[in-house]
């Protein structure tokens, strides 16, 4: 007898949620002790960390998976940073190689970064301003995916975008030495300029690092650790930086252990039982849904469940058959059973029923629903006979389509889902499981021809255009690149220039602007260049000689404050 997938979820659920109550005390951090004293008894050993695959190359400039972007916090840093503290402290933009946070000037166009002078590369060479300025045309010769969406209002970006290759920014960011600072000059303000400051993209790397995608060879860092190798199909091990000396305990602590190891290639089951048997100190992946009640009832003090900005997505390729047709696009969405979905991510306490681009209690977010039976604010079902409706109208029924999945446990799971609901709409589908160290930026490359792939989102930063500008813009648009984030490949100028304007107006009124985001997030749903499926919460699983685990909620578990015994 098999179990549904709500079935398993309320199992699941019931214990999980007695966890999320039990964990609360234990993994709270200690403020009253003192830091130093905290250092002293726990600084030391090694912590081992796990994930199915690795997630690609490690150049902070190109990479844009979190899973990495939790490693490169604690390897390099930028002018300012997303303070390294639990909870929502962590949406808190600090200091980092800068000395302070500039002042705006010339109506928010201008800003005057004095550096801080000491910063040493793992190199043992001091970082400088001409170091800030290189990094900065870096970002564009090595075609990083944020050039056209985060770093495109920077004075001289627009010559860059178009030749990279050349690329000086002149005008835009000007570095001096010899006074020690750094001015950026914007096209026109940004009320997120510091938050794109703030991301490992814009991390300072010396001037003369290569104007390529590093891949694998590891870039000299500035944090307390450093990447000593580095191969994908293996492991990836951090030593510590013998150059770094702590300077702003909010924007880059020093760290616990001694030497960080993470590896790769293990089964989610196999990880599981490390951990348990406290050979792994934390898994990556999410456990699968028949471990949960488990894990919940046995090893509740080692479990963390954290709430997240996301969502778990199918973007369809607007360029190619069928969805480049719209009727297609919107049955799809019709016919989506997202309870099923969240039944296959671990089930409701892990997840919740989505069918917009915005996640909950996040700027611009308004409850709506049109891709379910008797729309509304919420989801409540699939609505098949409107979806079917659709497919027929659209003359599209038989098509082959090939759905790209993570070659893991949820992935396989929901692309197996997908490809079963097609071909009951009449499709001939096929699922292609690769591994998720390519993935992401597999389905991102158009040579690759992907229709229609599983894949997710977490926020950059706290603001709606991380989500439906990064996403959706056309300037999120790279043919043939590895960079191209618009999976969908969906250009609407008229929804450009409302996301545009809307983002002007943010400098002066948050609030009209966030009204505006929520109109603009329907609009989009509306040609439905994309499928929301669930929004996911965070599922970590840590040893029993794992302590001090901190949460954050712009950068997640904050590795290099926890200690091993």
């Excluded at 001037?207 to 994908?232: E, H, L, Q, R, W």
């Excluded at 599983?454 to 439906?468: E, H, L, N, R």
Aim: proline fraction near 7%; charged fraction near 20%.
């Amino acid at each position: 007898m098999t179990r549904s997938p709500k079935a398993l979820a309320s199992r699941a659920g019931a214990f999980i949620a007695t966890c999320l109550l039990a964990q609360t005390a234990l993994t709270a951090p200690s403020h009253a002790e003192d830091r130093a004293a905290l250092m002293a008894q726990h600084r030391g050993g090694t912590m081992v960390l796990a994930a199915v695959s690795a997630a690609g190359t490690i150049d902070p400039a190109i990479n844009y998976t979190g899973q990495y972007w939790q490693i490169l916090q604690m390897t390099n840093d930028g002018l300012v940073k997303f303070k390294q503290a639990a909870g929502t402290e962590g949406f808190k933009i600090v200091p980092d190689v800068a000395e302070a946070i500039p002042e705006p000037q010339d109506g928010g166009k201008t800003y005057v970064f004095k550096i801080r002078k000491g910063i040493m590369f793992s190199t043992g060479k001091e970082l400088k301003p001409s170091d800030v300025a290189a990094s900065f045309q870096r970002i564009f010769k090595v075609n990083g995916p944020t050039t056209g969406s985060f770093y495109n209002g920077i004075v001289g970006a627009d010559k860059c975008i178009a030749d990279a290759a050349n690329c000086t920014l002149e005008g835009g960011v000007i570095a001096d030495d010899a006074a020690g600072t750094v001015t950026i000059h914007l096209t026109q303000p940004d009320s997120e300029f510091f938050d794109k400051m703030a991301v490992p993209h814009a991390s300072i790397l010396p001037a003369d690092t290569a104007a390529k995608d590093a891949g694998t060879t590891p870039v000299a860092a500035t944090g307390p650790y450093m990447i000593d190798s580095y191969n994908p199909n293996e492991k990836m091990v951090l030593k510590r930086n013998p150059h770094f000396k702590e300077w702003s305990v909010d924007a880059q602590p020093d760290g616990y252990a001694d030497e960080i190891v993470y590896q790769f290639g293990m089964t989610e089951e196999a990880t599981i039982n490390a951990v348990q048997n406290g050979q792994v100190d934390w898994m990556f992946d999410t456990p699968p849904a028949d471990r949960l009640p488990e894990l919940g009832s046995k090893y509740a003090k080692q479990m963390h469940i954290d709430p997240l900005a996301a969502f778990w997505y199918l973007p369809m390729n607007t360029n190619l058959a069928p969805f480049n047709n719209i009727k297609v696009r919107q049955a799809l969405n019709y016919a989506l059973d997202r309870d099923a979905l969240v039944g296959l991510f671990g089930g409701e306490a892990l997840a919740s029923p989505t069918c917009q681009i915005l996640p909950p209690d996040f700027p611009g977010y308004a409850p709506q629903c049109l891709y379910t039976k008797n729309p509304g604010e919420s989801w409540s079902e699939p609505d098949m006979d409107k979806a079917k409706a659709l497919i027929k109208e659209s003359g599209t029924a038989g098509q082959k389509v090939t759905i790209i999945a993570e070659d893991n446990a949820v992935g396989r799971g929901i692309g197996t889902y997908v490809q079963s609901l097609l071909n009951e709409l009449g499709y001939d589908a096929s699922l292609k499981a690769i591994s998720p160290n390519i993935e992401f930026t597999y389905i991102q490359n158009t040579n690759n021809n992907v229709q229609l792939s599983v894949t997710q989102w977490y926020m950059d930063y706290p603001a709606p255009s991380d989500f439906i500008n990064v996403l959706l813009s056309c300037d999120s648009i790279h043919p043939g690149s590895d960079a191209s984030i618009n999976i969908a490949g969906y250009c609407n100028k008229d929804l450009d220039k409302q996301m545009q304007d809307t983002m002007a107006l943010a400098i002066k009124d948050p609030d009209a602007a966030n009204a505006n985001w929520a109109k603009i997030d329907k609009a989009f749903m509306e040609q439905a260049p994309l499928a929301p499926l669930f929004t996911p919460k965070s599922v970590n699983f840590t040893s029993a000689r794992l302590g001090n685990y901190l949460f954050n909620k712009q950068n997640r578990w904050v590795v290099s404050q926890s200690w091993v015994k």
